[in-house]
């Protein structure tokens, strides 16, 4: 890689069940936010990356990459434009692709977009199209979905580490706490134990408040050479590591039903490229598209040990105030979890953290930052590593 | 780009309704091919990337970047795996981003694949996910298919230049002669203009033997730094130039129906960086969905003017033995279309082309070699330009 590289605009939509807008809408909203965000027009843009994980299935639109464009009045520009997919990293993947061609002084601004929309499809068909992140011969086929494959995680953590339901609840709690300070989140209401305890079983040991939902929403991000950010905006956050991982998509493949391995091999990368450790993370955005998925996220990128996730949790070693805040978008569980706009948004989030702008979520004084998201039960995972100017 | 990349393994399965196998199976079998291909081990493979349009909603997988990764029975290396789609032209964006990774110092060897399984599901599930990559509000949802809209492009074609139906035939026919002598084509069979023209009408003026097929496919290279590549085989063949380009998705918003500005956008990004021009290309592999596209294709890349495509094939200038050697492989026509597929295959094609391996559709002593493919009807583009080892 020959140069750094800075954020210099984000831009989020309100996520939720959003039936009065499209597909099409939600991103060019989230882009010409981004646009808005700084001083870079639409001519100025040498590259597009989108992420989104099924719009085949949910909105029977493919090709989305020249649509974003399109839609956003740059169609004539004729840009390279590239849709990325790794389920519910897509978005995370999106950003890392566009990181790497301004990086490599390929393109000199580029845009990363990640957008999904859920809601126009029945109940059962999000089921089956989450289902597609699972091993369709090994897994889904067989009768287990998305959440029951989860659960076997969730159960496993149980019993090799003690790990209670009641901790599990508690990450709920959490997120919806931030999430409640947060204008863009699909849930803003604060929830107790007693709530995900009392809420409906999915998937024994899960139940409905262990999930995020299924939403609608975009994010964007627009990226420029670290030297040539000062001429599009006074903010520019520094991207300090990046790192991308695989594993075994089918969890019966593989070693461990408790440990992410596509997550500990990109945080190697992102950690080593960044120049710091775990210690040093000061805010961090993870994918929780289930609790447990948020436990294993905060002991595989090392804040904590195997296993005490669920008690560092009840400590409050992440809440806002606690030694690794985590999630102060309220994360996929309370800001929602539109497939392929989720990676984007976490890096939006932590754009706001980095320069001060979070307001009642604001953590205090962040210099790292670092966002998690994962495809799948974890078989991808993307990981960056963000400093706030000097 | 700081390094010039090599191609130096490559990987192609027999195309076709394949229904012995299945998406996993075709994909690693074409990555085994490539990996014998070259002294290369799985060890050695730092990134992976693969091109699938609608793997979702054809075998109901996404994810299918660590999947691949897992089927070959390297899921423990870890490596960054990134799923890339734009439509048809999947497999040639898929390949631009491993080209990309290893060109910038990222990555040393990378590995990209594309694959496709279309014959599992009805063939009327196939119109509609083909029109997925059309513009869904605008096009699709008001009932304008895939071929209806290549109607469109054709008639245009045929009233503004003059452009006969019997031309249009001669795509196909030489099409199919060309894939009579590729034992990896679908369809290894000679035709007559009489063949075309007496096929069951689809879409006036596209007949049946006007279209590419549904395939059944997958593809794979390997990709290293060019001054790397003899510790790997003694045959590499150079990655001169890579360009990209996009457009409106919907036919109407465009200034032109028969021109494809993201195929000249993309090739003038890839002559730039070979430094050659339209009339150095020796042997080309173009976007042949519709027999039109080869049309529009060479008079794009610039063989031959605007308008003239027709003439200029019906006097022999495409054949093996003509100015301009298009589609030795059989083209999408003949060696068959797996979407995600076919950008790779048409690079394995011109490889064996360059290292004169091609057997009795070898185009005589060819040094460069260009192939174009391209998603939907024409949005998103992508050129490359190869080099025979010197």
């Known amino acids: 890689m020959t140069r750094d590289v800075a954020i210099i605009g984000v831009g989020l939509t309100k996520f939720g069940e959003l039936w009065e807008t499209s597909f099409r809408n939600l991103i060019t909203d989230a882009g010409m936010k981004a646009i808005l965000d700084c001083k870079v027009t639409g001519e100025d843009i040498d590259a597009l990356y989108v992420g989104s994980m099924s719009s085949g299935q949910f909105v029977n639109q493919e090709l989305v990459a020249p649509l974003v464009l399109d839609s956003a009045g740059l169609a004539d520009s004729h840009i390279p434009t590239t849709r990325v997919e790794g389920a519910g990293a897509s978005g995370g993947m999106a950003f890392r692709q566009a990181f790497l061609a301004v990086a490599s002084g390929q393109v000199d601004v580029a845009i990363a977009g990640g957008v999904e929309k859920m809601t126009d499809v029945p109940e059962r068909e999000v089921t089956k199209i989450l289902g597609a992140a699972s091993d369709q011969e090994w897994e889904a086929f067989l009768g287990a979905t998305d959440p029951a494959l989860h659960a076997l995680i969730a159960k496993r953590h149980m019993e090799k580490h003690g790990t209670t339901r ?43 408040f262990d999930t995020a939902p299924a939403s609608d929403g975009a994010a964007a991000i627009i990226l420029c050479p670290l030297d040539e950010a000062e001429s599009y905006t006074s903010r520019p956050v520094r991207i300090a590591g990046s790192g991308q991982g695989s594993d075994y998509l089918s969890l019966a493949a593989r070693q461990s039903l408790v440990t992410f391995e596509a997550t500990k091999h990109a945080a190697r990368s992102a950690y080593k490229s960044a120049g710091i450790e775990a210690k040093d993370v000061d805010v961090c955005e993870v994918h929780d598209s289930y609790t447990i998925n948020q436990l294993l996220a905060i002991e595989d990128l090392g804040f904590c040990k195997k296993g005490e996730g669920g008690a560092y949790t009840a400590r409050g070693e992440t809440a806002l105030t606690g030694a690794h805040p985590i999630n102060p978008s309220g994360g996929l569980k309370a800001r929602g979890h539109p497939l392929g706009a989720t990676g984007i948004a976490q890096i939006c989030e932590l754009t706001w953290q980095l320069r001060r702008e979070a307001g009642p979520r604001q953590v205090k004084n962040p210099q790292w930052a670092l966002a998690q998201n994962t495809g799948g039960t974890g078989a991808a995972a993307v990981v960056h590593i963000l400093e706030a100017a000097k």
Do not use: W, Y
């Open 166 to 208: 009641e901790q599990l609840a508690r990450v709920a709690v959490q997120n919806h706490k931030h999430g409640a300070q947060n204008p863009s989140a699909q849930f803003q209401k604060e929830i107790t134990v007693e709530t995900v305890l009392g809420s409906p079983l999915i998937a024994d040991p899960l139940r409905v």
